[in-house]
């Protein structure tokens, strides 16, 4: 079973940065694509980016485009998502999710989250 954990989330003002993380647990990410989706209080959940397999592919959402920047290390097995100038509506639980090899719209394994809070 695909397992995938986010770390990295925290309180940040307005402006700051914080880097997440999505380890995979128990296989290797290599061949997986990879995105990280937010959700606010009361709002759908939105693809925040998206990373394939090999890395050679990304795409970002409008809101977090020019301050958001995916990336992934293979050989640590984890996705990275820093996010720069973060703004008050960037607050948000964020969560990784994984498919074979190309970003699309049907991730099948999710991980747990990890909450983003943006506030002074």
């Known amino acids: 079973q695909l397992q995938l954990v986010e770390s990295g989330g925290g309180l940040v003002q307005p402006g700051g940065s914080l880097r997440l993380s999505c380890a995979a647990s128990?296989?290797?990410?290599?061949?997986?694509?990879i995105a990280w989706f937010r959700q606010a209080p009361g709002k759908e959940r939105e693809e925040v980016s998206c990373?394939?397999?090999?890395?050679?592919?990304?795409r970002y959402a409008d809101s977090v485009k020019g301050r958001f920047t995916i990336s992934r290390d293979n050989a640590k097995n984890t996705v990275y998502l820093q996010m720069l100038s973060l703004r008050p509506e960037d607050t948000a639980v964020y969560y990784c999710a994984a498919r074979p090899r190309y970003c699309s719209s049907d991730f099948a394994a999710w991980g747990q989250g990890t909450q983003v809070t943006v506030s002074s």
């Open positions: 990373i394939s397999s090999s890395g050679g592919f990304t």
């Open positions: 128990g296989f290797t990410l290599d061949y997986y694509a």
